[in-house]
């Protein structure tokens, strides 16, 4: 007996009393019908219930008894009833011959409910009144509840028997709650002695109007009066008097004003109340009002009435933020030591799956009708269709809700009591019972009750994270800014809504749009649910049109990436920064397309501007290495140095990183490509000459050397190389010019990302001198022929690839020639000073203007570095600060020992940032190299813009801005690099 679940006394004599169970054991064909009460939540509880049937119903034991033995479908229904509910078990006992509704096949058809419910408070032809009525609607309605949970519960103990859905469930006790809702008001009119024709309409809120019903729930309605509405708010106290005592609690506190307000309003008072008094939770609770009783005309108007107000109330100040803050006041006040067993309104709960989904509803269905759906898991279908909703996500939100749905109606229908709260943890039978309940299994050695517990535990903190995910979703908050009619952004009020929001060309914009959001793929859904708040987010931006065009040209080309759009929809920081910079970068769209994985980073502000560049050269070399051959390399290379540029080029814009950073990154990755293409032309041309005929190595010169890279700065480098291998110098040399040269064609073949040049015309003879030089020659040079502008451009001499130590062995050659012992006679600084006179003249080309030209301008780069660098190789040679690469840290030396004022030190590096990140910034936004600061139009703008200026700023406060630090800066040049 045991074997079989029985282990009280008073179910083994039951066993014995019913012919079940003989001394001889289990009797011969009573073998089903015990394996099934075994597999019952509770076999003691079914055996007990039945043989309280048996006892109660002497007479009509011996069919049920045949029935049981033979029927697997009536075993099923029934016994899985016995053994989870205790009160429909009563009602079985009870009442002899209840049994036999079970014997049908499913449940029951929904228009069924309203006759049987009719049926149940007549007798006699006549309708039953008073208590008779009461008790006669009770007992018809547990009847059909009693059908219900059968058909809910016959796979617990049959599993290959159908299993309904919740939807199916949740819809049937919808219908009999509706049933009941009628038969009660036709039992009130009864009671007062007048129709509900053109006098009440009963419309059902929450649950009830959302067809998804408990086993045990409160019914919310609004009641809606016409005529006499004293005689109106008379039946509607009869009704909820006759069916709370009957069935279940009607409860009318949704209605305006609360607990506090009439009854029964007219519908001219109800439009009143919503449009002048009603506060947001009560347009969210509207979203499932539906008439349901009463006068049908009636409840239609109140819905016709209702409808527009709730899908316009996203348009309310804050809507999504009085919703949010709702949420949190509702959970706040779940006890705390209830909190983790709270089923429906505790983290995790059911509460997190329906405000999620409500709100999305509310902000979206504004133009998308087909989110109007008051079930909770219709509307997340809706929504997972739309792309609102990423699919997985709404999968796994169905999957959770249904479970925790599951949970709580086991746990309603043991006493049919209104609950919400999981056993807790020590309670074994009670988990036990309830897992059984659920068709839980053990699994692996795991008993039922803690596979149920993990399960518990595992769909809580999926609810909670995919809550948070999309309930806080800041996209929200914009689409709900949006008006509703710009919502529908194939219409000529849109047009007229781009043209005054600032898009030059709204007839483009529309194609553009169009192009985007046309057809009915889930892509096309997802670009209407994000353009309306990325064309507000655009129009904030100095070129708007542009930007449009290039978040089509960006979509059209990452179609077929999977993550693109859902990004975009459950990331709003990812949308608002692109927005940003696609409406100020020309670079970043090009970027973009090759490096699309970047996008992933712009929400997060250390994936963005806190990689270390150290490491990226490392990741780069690394990667770069692993390739065959010096193209394989080169292609690898260039793919990560375009990831870090769009990377750098992103954190820059956005505010992220200071100019120095930015240099810093820049001249780390292009570093790490020379190294990585240096090793791979090193391998390729040992392999054809059979060895390694010279270590090479390559310095860094100019602004690679001082690591002050922009982004369209090419690399000046010279090459420097030693026999090795028994190899003489000529050897050694040609071996290392191949190298070279491979090196520069690799990195310089035309492709679509910025150039990677190599220049060497920095080196001794320039371009017609030879490519690679050994230290003797280079050392031999200098000593012999070195002009000082050659002393000069060696001061930012620095090993940037190949072989590290003869680098060192490199620039302690050429030291005694940057760091001239004694610094420079007059007749060298007047050759310094008449070389910058006359670059200044010939290269500053023709029209530029110099106040705004970034380079050689006045107070530019040019002024502000020949001054640091005249100083090094003034007084280097005494001062080991000087003897940096570095402009800055050379400026700050010249302070710190006294050769400069600190304000006058100060105002150069300020000058000299500046001009480096407008010359950076002018080039992200024309997509090309440039000096010149534009002069008006949106590329000035955008650039204003990226130095923090608003929209409302005049783009011409950035140049004035310039022109005074760079005029400060000029007038320190005059002293110090002219004058000193």
Known sequence: MARFGFTEPAAQEALRSAGWWTDAGADSGAGELLAALARTPDPNLALLTLDRVRTGDEAGWAELDERLRADRRLRARLLSVLGCSTVLGDLVAAEPGQ??????VSLSPVNDYDQHLADAVTADGAQLTGAAAVRALRSGYRGLLLEIAASDLAHVVEPELDRPSLTDITGALTMLAEAALRT????????????ADETLAVIAMGKCGARELNYVSDVDVVFVGAGDIPVATRLAASLMRIVGQACFEVDAALRPEGKAGVLVRSLDSHE???????RTWEFQALLKARPVAGDRELGRRYAELVAPMVWSAAEREDFVADVQRMRRRVERHVPAELADRELKLGKGGLRDVEFAVQLLQLVHGRADTTLRAPSTLDALEALGAGGYVGRVDAAELRESYEFLRMVEHRLQLRGLRRTHLFPEPGDAEELRRLARAGAMRPVRGKPESEVLISEFRRHLLRVRRLHEKLFYRPLLEAVSRVPTAALRLTTQQAANRLSALGYLAPDGALRHIRALTSGVSRRAAIQRTLLPVLLDLLADTADPDGGLLAYRRVSEALAETPWYLRVLRDEAAVVERLATLLGTSNLIPDLLVRAPEVLQRLSDDRALAGRDPGEVARSLRAAAGRQPGVEGTVVAARSLRRHELLR????DLLGLLDVNSVCLALSSVWTAVLQATLAAAVRARADEAGGERARITVIGMGRLGGEELGYGSDADVLFVCEPVGGANDSEAVRFATSVAESVRSALGAPSQDPPLVVDTDLRPEGRSGPLVRTVDSYRAYYARWGQVWEAQALLRGRVVAGDAELGDRFLAAVDPF???????????????RRIKARVETERLPKGADPTVHTKLGRGGLADVEWTAQLMQLRYAHRIPGLRTTSTSMALRTLAAEGIADRDDVEALIRAWELATRARNVTMLVKGKPSDQLPASGR?????????????????GEFLDRYRRVTRRAHAVVQRLFYES
């Open 939 to 955: 590329e000035l703008a955008a650039v204003a813009r990226a130095f923090g200026l608003s929209a409302d700023d005049d783009p």
């Open 818 to 832: 940057r760091y001239p012992e004694g610094g420079l006679d007059a007749a060298e600084i007047r050759e310094v």
């Open 272 to 278: 009143t109340y919503y449009t002048r008094w009603a």
């Open 648 to 651: 750098v080029a992103c954190a």
């Open 184 to 195: 009660g008001l036709s039992l009130a009119e009864r009671e007062v002695g007048h129709s």
């Open 99 to 104: 049994w036999r509704r079970l014997a049908a």
